[in-house]
């Protein structure tokens, strides 16, 4: 294979091999696609979160197995993106249901941790401190954080495969290439939502269905929202960045006014001639809703919200919803979020009131794919579009889409509720 | 002109570029559409089992695959290790747009488990002639043999 220019004296020692079997497999995986990618060279990372933990088939327990036992280790700090399964909650996905699934998932998640990486198991590991700064080049697979890390972050990085993310990560660098790139990082369409009212434009819901609706129109091209507002949250961007990066294939988009490479119209676009908005308007973030609501409203066996995984102020609003009401006996109401974020959460108090009023913390994992965590099925309610995209295909269930304040009222009552303040400032 | 069974048969041999190196030959199979190959493909059988794939039912086992491009997914390289593991895998693919996810899945099963799917691109006009061809020879550096 020919060498990429630019490997220094390290490099070139763990291509022949002087640092171990697994290191020069990590090399050279590394050169196969810079080559293929077509990097003129390597580009040292800060921070690489792994998606190659979650379980896809023996091929991925062999891989990791085969890098332990050929002398492996991470260059830079790596995380690890949600496992299939729950390590702190083995009922949730009994191994019964799927043996082959569950017991390689629960492997695979010891061999990452046994390789050193840091095992965060979320999604949102944005969300955790340490996190990269804006221009930093790093790793990532997971779709959600491929897409908050590049647009809101304003760190760099690729949608990286499974292997190519553990090969980076193992050598500390990246083929320098797409949007390590600046010229890559301009914006390539326009969607102008200054007419949707600012009332609807501060509520959760509007991110969600924004997300969704950009995503279809977007594909893999680099989108620019104009009219965010400026206090838009964080967990506010981490739905648009979930909700396009599922519908579309996202991997960065820019607010004006709001993500740190978009300060105004003209830095989006890097100085090119922004094109025609789309205008977003009432009418396509009710076409989303629908989109994302494969079933009509009525009795619910089930909400789930935390997708990608709860916040801290997202527990905020949920503690603060529920206003010490228990949720309907029978329906299950599942929240995804991290160790972290949970044990933050539980310093509050709130999880002991959580799980007092019914609910169930998931961590590590999360609910939206197959295996069904405990055998799930019926009419299911959510906030989240990713899940609302991915569940009726995975699943085999009938979602309903609403607003968290909706998820909330619904789970008390057992039966889908709707917020008649919702849509009325929709211009 | 009418063949004859004393005629050689007719052949060409095309280059291309190597993305993951290996043997392979079989018949090839043109994808009419890109194929996500983790959702849309079935790893345990090699079929295509996406509803909405216009050659869904389809087995890639055995064949050479053309396809322009795969529709992008991070988990493609372990989909593709995982059905060449399996030996449910296509015997090699070609595509037009380079695919690092298809070639990084191909490279790991060669070395995880000494199998060979081989993994190459060509420009269109090549990949015309491959599609109509009755059977592929793909070779370790990257010509392609081409019986019509």
Redesign the interface.
């Known amino acids: 294979m020919s060498t990429a220019p630019g490997l220094d004296e390290i490099d070139r020692a763990r291509l022949a091999g002087k640092q171990g079997r697994a290191m020069q497999f990590a090399m050279e995986t590394l050169l196969r696609a810079a080559q293929i990618m077509g990097a003129a060279r390597l580009v040292p990372i800060t921070f690489a979160h792994l998606d190659a933990c979650f379980y896809a088939g023996q091929a991925h327990v062999d891989f990791a197995q085969h890098l332990l036992d050929n002398g492996a280790s991470f260059s830079v700090p790596t995380w690890t993106n949600v496992g299939l399964v729950s390590l702190a909650d083995e009922t949730l996905r009994p191994e019964n249901e799927a043996p082959q699934a569950v017991s390689g998932a629960r492997r695979l998640m010891q061999l990452y941790a046994k390789l050193g990486a840091k095992p965060v198991w979320t999604c949102a590991p944005y969300q955790l401190p340490n996190r990269p700064r804006l221009g930093d080049h790093i790793v990532a697979g997971e779709s959600n954080a491929v897409a908050f890390y590049n647009a809101v972050i304003g760190a760099r990085t690729n949608k990286y495969g499974d292997y190519l993310d553990v090969a980076c990560a193992m050598i500390g660098k990246a083929p320098f290439a797409g949007l390590h790139l600046d010229e890559a990082r301009a914006g390539e369409m326009l969607f102008d939502v200054t007419s949707i009212s600012p009332e609807l434009r501060r509520q959760d819901i509007f991110y969600q269905l924004l997300g969704h609706h950009v995503g279809r129109r977007a594909g893999q091209r680099i989108p620019v929202v104009l009219g965010l507002l400026g206090d838009a949250s964080e967990d506010n961007l981490k739905a648009v960045s979930a909700a396009a990066a599922a519908s579309g294939g996202v991997e960065l988009w820019h607010a004006v006014g709001r993500t740190p490479e978009a300060a105004d119209l003209e830095r989006a676009f890097r100085g090119r001639v922004p094109p025609t908005a789309f205008k977003v308007t009432k009418n396509d973030l009710i076409n989303a809703h629908h989109e994302l609501s494969s079933a009509r409203d009525g009795p619910l066996a089930m909400v789930a919200l935390g997708t990608p995984h709860f916040s801290f102020t997202e527990f905020a609003q949920l503690i603060s919803l529920l206003a010490g009401r228990r949720i309907k006996p029978g329906l299950k109401l599942y929240i995804s979020t991290s160790r972290f974020v949970r044990d933050l959460a539980a310093s509050r108090g709130w999880i002991e009131s959580l799980v007092g009023a019914g609910a169930t913390i998931v961590v590590d994992t999360c609910t939206y794919y197959s295996p069904a965590v405990r055998g799930m099925s019926g009419r299911v309610m959510t906030n989240a579009a990713k899940w609302a995209y991915y569940a009726p295909g995975m699943l085999g269930v009938e979602v309903v889409f609403g607003s968290l304040k909706e998820c909330v009222e619904s789970a008390v009552l057992g039966d889908v509720w709707r917020d008649p303040n919702l849509w009325k400032h929709v211009a | 002109m009418a063949r004859s069974e004393s005629m050689e048969t007719c052949g060409v041999k095309i280059t291309s570029r190597v ?2 190196p290996g043997t392979a030959a079989g018949p090839p199979l043109v994808l009419l559409e890109p194929l996500s190959f ?2 849309a493909y079935d ?1 345990a059988t090699g079929t295509i089992i996406d509803t909405h794939h216009p050659q869904c039912g389809a087995s890639l086992t055995g064949s050479i695959v053309l396809m322009p491009e795969t529709r ?8 593709i ?2 059905s ?2 399996r030996k449910t895998a296509p015997s090699g693919i070609v595509l037009l747009k ?4 298809v ?3 191909s ?3 060669a ?3 000494g199998l060979r799917c081989p993994v190459v691109s060509v420009c269109p006009s090549d990949y015309e002639r491959l599609a109509a061809a009755s059977h592929l020879s793909i070779f370790e550096d990257g010509s392609i043999e081409v019986r019509l």
Request: no cysteine.
């Open positions: 993305l993951s983790w959702g790893p992008g997914s991070g988990s493609t390289p372990g989909a290790a995982e060449i593991r380079p695919d690092v996810n070639a990084i899945g490279f790991i099963a070395t995880l488990y």
